[in-house]
Structures are given as structure tokens and as C-alpha cells.
């Protein structure tokens, strides 16, 4: 597994889902789309590029992080600022350790989390017409008290939705201007239309799915399938596949992750389902690769 650091000097760091495979960020509750990281940061950090992938809330428990996005405007985190950033933004971070590291929770929310939470409201949405790209919140221990009641140990889907639903009324209970039930209910940003082969080389694919490279090349699913397909003569499911399985060959015959850690490396969450597709490609378990290697 690598660094953000090392992952980051070929790749643009798309999030949640390469957040999986990092070193420095830890797994505390998960299911589908909805993710709740913990972020600790010992080493300088510049010019970061990442892509937000599903809406995100960003915590910080100590340390600073200056975020900047495509306007060049800058926002500043500290111990106890917190962010929300609606999906489809590509922004650039920076942080220099002074006297602590960085230290922060990242929230990720399913689409089903947040529709949950809008079908409640008992009142209009406000201010949806806000040109704001993002919600910034200073202060409040009420997250600081949230935080320190998640029990990573609680694996019922149920438990992380209510969370999740808690945070986003503890989000919009402290920002009251409207902006953030705007970026909540605002529809996915499209990037423009992107080259394949400059996306795919600059992009850390195995934590992607087919639906995920769509909207970051710009294309509609259909379009993107059709498009791919004539580039490359085979189908982007197909493509993605082989290059999962061509990386977990050469993780294994390093000898150094065991089996499952090779599966979450290579965008697995499922074991069972890796051991399988990886059979079916190339004759052997995984296992065995290992110790015939």
C-alpha cells in the first residue's frame, strides 16, 4: 500500500475511492458509497491534486490544510474548521507541517443517505440557486463530540445510515445561510470532455468503477461504453478487469501483502469474488501464486 505522497506523484487522487488503498488513512465505518476515514498526515504535502468523487465532509482535529480550487481561490483549515464539498470538484491541497501533523476525519455520504435525509425536511430547501462551490464551517464541538461516539466496531449498515444522518443535521443545524442543503441537493458536476488515454494514465483506475470513469471523462455511461469500446476494442468492464488482475499478479509474487490485503489494493471488496476472478484468468488461486511463485 502507499502514501497519499506516493500515490500522488503519478496519479490524481480520486476520493473516496483511492482513499482505500492509502497508508495513511484508516477505514472506521463503511458500506456502499458511505465512508467515514480517519486522515494522519506526518509528512509535507503539495500541490495534491484529487477529485471528489461523492459528497464529502472534512473535519480537522488538528494540524492545517489549505485547499484550492480551479478559480485559484484558497480555503484554509484549522483545528476545528470543518468543510462540505459537494461531488464533482477538482481542488488542489497543500499541507507544510509546522508543529502537528494533520489529523482529520473525511465523511463520505451514499446517494441514498442524502435522499433520505432531504425527504425529511419539513421545509423548502433555501438558497438554491447559490453560486457557492462549497460549505465552510468554523468551530463547534458538537463535531468533536460526534466523532468520538462512532464505534468502528458497529458493523450494521443501520447504525452507519443514522450517523449519517445525524452529521448531516449537525452540518446543516450549524450553517443556516442554506448553502449547504443547496450543494446537497445540487446535481453532479460534469467535468468537460476528457481524452481517454491522458484520463487513464494520469488516473489510479482500480479503485474506479466503468460509472465512475464515465462522468470523470465527461460522457454518459452509454457514450463512454460506445466511445472506449472503438478505442480500444474491448469493453471498459472487461478493460478494468485485466488491469486488476495484471497488478494483483505482480502484488502477489511480491510475496509482501497477503491475499485479502491484494484484493482491497486492487479494488476487491469482496474477497471470495477476487479468488474467483482471478481462477478464472489465470488457472490458480491466488494462494498458490504465492507460494509457486
Known amino acids: 500500500m502507499k502514501t497519499i505522497f506516493e500515490h500522488t506523484q503519478s496519479s490524481v487522487l480520486v476520493i473516496p475511492q483511492a482513499l482505500f488503498a492509502i497508508k495513511d488513512v484508516t ?8 465512508v467515514i476515514f480517519y486522515k494522519n498526515l506526518e509528512q509535507d ?70 435522499v433520505d435525509y432531504l425527504s425529511k425536511l419539513k421545509r423548502p430547501l433555501d438558497c438554491l440557486n447559490s453560486t457557492k462551490a462549497f460549505c465552510l464551517l468554523e468551530g463547534g464541538d458538537e463535531f468533536t463530540a460526534f466523532f468520538d461516539s462512532i464505534r468502528g466496531d458497529i458493523k450494521a ?10 452529521l448531516l443535521h449537525l452540518i446543516a443545524w450549524r450553517e443556516s445561510q442554506g448553502i449547504f442543503h443547496s450543494l446537497l441537493s ?25 460509472g465512475d470513469l464515465a462522468h470523470l471523462s465527461g460522457r454518459s455511461l452509454s457514450s463512454f461504453n460506445r466511445d472506449f469500446k472503438e478505442t480500444y476494442k474491448v469493453t471498459p468492464k472487461k478493460w478494468l478487469r485485466e488491469k486488476k488482475l495484471s497488478r494483483a499478479k505482480e502484488l502477489l509474487a511480491g510475496n509482501e501483502l497477503s491475499v485479502t ?19 478464472l484468468k489465470y488457472g490458480v488461486t491466488p494462494k498458490q501464486i504465492k507460494l509457486y511463485k
Open 186 to 210: 445540487s446535481k453532479k458536476r460534469v467535468p468537460p470532455q476528457q481524452n481517454f488515454a491522458r484520463l487513464l494514465e494520469t488516473l489510479d483506475v482500480l479503485h474506479l468503477t466503468v
Open 157 to 166: 449498515p443501520s447504525y452507519l445510515n443514522i450517523k449519517l444522518q445525524e
Open 27 to 34: 477505514v472506521l465505518c463503511h458500506h456502499q458509497n458511505s
Open 261 to 279: 490485503e491484494v484484493a482491497l489494493t486492487v479494488g476487491y471488496e469482496n474477497v471470495s469474488a477476487f479468488i474467483k476472478a482471478f481462477k
Open 45 to 114: 504535502l503539495v500541490d495534491i491534486e484529487f477529485y471528489i468523487n461523492t459528497p464529502c465532509f472534512i473535519y480537522i482535529e488538528s494540524g492545517r490544510e489549505v485547499i484550492t480550487n480551479s478559480h485559484n481561490d484558497t480555503i484554509e483549515l484549522t483545528a476545528g474548521s470543518s468543510i462540505f464539498l459537494p461531488q464533482g470538484l477538482k481542488l488542489q491541497s497543500d499541507f507544510v507541517k509546522e508543529t502537528e501533523s494533520l489529523k482529520a476525519y473525511l465523511v463520505f455520504f451514499d446517494d441514498d443517505v442524502i
